[in-house]
């Protein structure tokens, strides 16, 4: 085919039939589940007497809301959380799909499993019931997020009906300044388009910078496109890619593996392909960024001031004024983990700036690894220790304080510099301020005990 975007490409390879002007039901080659909805879903298709139709294409793991302390159990502090994680545990068992339980060595954050075990793979189609599903298009795949009843279709289908998404490129080009990362990048697009610039777009990452990005950093870049209110994000695979999928549990193997990457060499967008949308974003001169709003488009580098036309309300809730300079203020809480930002570089970035120091008396800091096989390498590395013996918590792996999961929180009004994806009101606890950074400004602001620098420590 020429023309043809990566986008189209995957669409039309998994085009089952036409719907309607703009709608298609595609073929869903994976289905990932989590305990918050995924025990749910496979419950409310038993209750209407209907069989998971491909269950070994159908993985489920323990996340959102189970406890991330040290000796955890069923027991979490969300009320009627143990009900989930018994009913997704069950459920998973008699519908005989594959579960990372609690203790399995593969469990972890869903979006940071997947590409660990091979379950993501170029040009597949992967749906999640979790908004976050698009750091997967990392590899190249068409992940996205969708509703619970969608869950239950796909489980009992293998397909879905989806409206067509807007196509979009956004290239970034030039080279990143030491201490700028795919986080800063992403914030950087999201404040200068808006949270809505991508709305139901399927955005493809494309440029010098992007191909010069660590496979870790691409899944970075891709998670935040949801915040970009895209339908999806995509990143055309390339030799590091196929490397790191290579030998994956859950990839193709032996000859299977020779025609998986035969195939994968024509996933690119064509020289003439069109787009609905193309941004570009130069990355040279770009800063460590940091919100100091409610939504990751209120965001700046750290050491600009808020602008001067920001609007009332986020300024409110955040204590903080028109033209105030956020580096120097004083925070409470520093966390690093999420989906966006809790794999092993991350933790590495963290750690060559915490090796020898010591966080501020008076701030909570917390490490949440973003596997179970994220934690082992790390502590195989020695990061566990850098971490404790600098003051962080350091924790088993899960969601965590991202979203309030399992019930814990930062307390009220706490000021947290957080490695996470979303600083919404309430998003980390009641009236919790969270201001969105890379891992390693959250590092640098726990040692100061403010808002810092990272280009200031390194």
Known sequence: MSGLSLFEKIW?????????????????????LHERTGGVALRALAER???????????????????????????????????????????????????????????????????????????????????????????????WGIGSSEAEHALATQTLRVRRPRSMRVSF???LAAGVTAKDMALALIARHGAGGAERSVVEFAGAAVRALSIEARQTLCNMAVEFSAFSALIAPDAAVCEALEGRPFAPQGPL???????????YSDADARFDA?????????????????????AMPVDQAVPDDAPEQPLAYMGLERGQRLLGLPITAAFIGSCTNSRLSDLRAAAALLRGRRVAPHVRAI???????????????????VFTAAGFEWRESGCSMCFFAGGE???????????????????????????????????ASALAGCIADLRELA
């Not at 039309?12 to 990932?32: C, Q």
């Open 12 to 32: 039309h390879s998994r085009r089952i039939a036409a719907l309607g002007p703009e709608t298609d039901l595609l073929r869903i080659d994976r289905v990932m």
């Open 49 to 143: 007497g209907l069989p998971v139709r491909a269950p070994k294409q159908v993985f489920a793991t323990f996340d959102h809301i189970v406890d991330t302390l040290p000796g955890r159990s069923d027991r979490t502090l969300m009320a009627g959380g143990e009900a989930f994680i018994r009913t997704t545990r069950e459920e998973a068992r008699r519908t005989g799909i594959h579960l990372f339980d609690l203790g399995d060595e593969r469990q972890g954050i869903v979006h940071v499993i997947s590409p660990e075990q091979g379950i993501v793979l170029p040009g597949a189609t992967l749906v999640c019931p979790d908004s976050h599903t698009c750091t997967q298009g990392a590899f190249g795949a068409l992940a």
């Open 173 to 175: 080009e030039g080279k």
């Open 257 to 267: 593996w020779e025609q998986a990457l035969q195939h994968w060499q024509g996933l």
């Open 278 to 298: 193309e941004l570009s974003v130069d990355v040279e001169g770009l800063a460590p960024m940091v919100t100091w709003g409610t939504s990751p488009q209120h």
């Open 367 to 385: 490490c949440v690894p973003g596997s179970s096989s994220v934690k082992r390498a790390a502590e195989a590395e020695g990061l566990d220790r």
């Open 409 to 443: 929180s930062f307390g009220q009004r706490e000021r947290v510099v957080s490695s996470t994806n979303r600083n919404f009101e309430g998003r980390q606890g009641p009236q919790t301020r969270s201001h969105l950074a890379s891992p390693a400004t959250v590092a």
